[in-house]
């Protein structure tokens, strides 16, 4: 019996082999997953909005990329993983609505996957491969002991990044 850790809307968690982690739902939020090879670590964050300084009171850090990724990262080093050698995966980021409006601000979709794509950059964290956009919702599972990042998609089947 596998370890499955459940990672819930706006949280974040870290895990090591055999343990799983898996997050359901992501519409227009992202998945981001961290993986350190060498160490077998893995953490995952479910973000909902791609930046918290638009928000007075951010009590829940794990809601925002650019907040959910320094506390990730944090997380993945307190648990041994060398947080020089990350490399991450991402899924989600999907436009679930049609939208009316070419207005950017209701794109949260594509935001998120914007954001967390410069946030990883900006800590020189190699993007390996990304599941994102469209306009149906993903559950994810990442594997630290291959870092494997397993995506399934209803009517789109399963697919390993």
């Known amino acids: ?4 850790i459940k990672v819930g809307m706006a949280d974040l968690r870290v895990a090591k082999a055999p343990q799983i982690l898996t997050t ?12 350190d090879n ?5 953490g995952l964050a479910h973000i909902m909005l791609p930046d918290s300084t638009q928000i007075k009171n951010n009590s829940n850090k794990a809601k925002f990329a650019d907040t959910a990724m320094e506390v990730l990262i944090q997380e993945l080093e307190k648990s041994g993983a060398n947080v020089n050698k990350l490399t991450s995966k991402i899924a989600g980021g999907a436009q679930m ?14 935001r998120n996957v914007q954001a967390t794509k410069a946030l990883l950059n900006s800590y020189k964290i ?31 089947g399963k697919t390993e990044l």
Do not use: H, W
């Not at 609505?97 to 594509?110: E, P």
């Not at 002991?145 to 397993?150: F, H, K, P, R, W």
């Open 38 to 42: 060498a160490n077998k670590i893995a």
């Open 97 to 110: 609505f049609s939208l009316d409006t070419q207005s950017d601000m209701m794109k949260i979709g594509a």
């Open 1 to 4: 019996m596998q370890d499955i």
């Open 126 to 156: 190699p993007l390996i491969a990304e599941d994102t956009g469209g306009n149906f919702g993903r559950t994810i599972e990442i594997y630290p002991d291959s870092g494997v990042l397993l995506v399934k998609a209803i009517g789109k």
């Open 24 to 35: 359901l739902g992501l519409g227009s939020c992202v998945g981001i997953a961290l993986y």
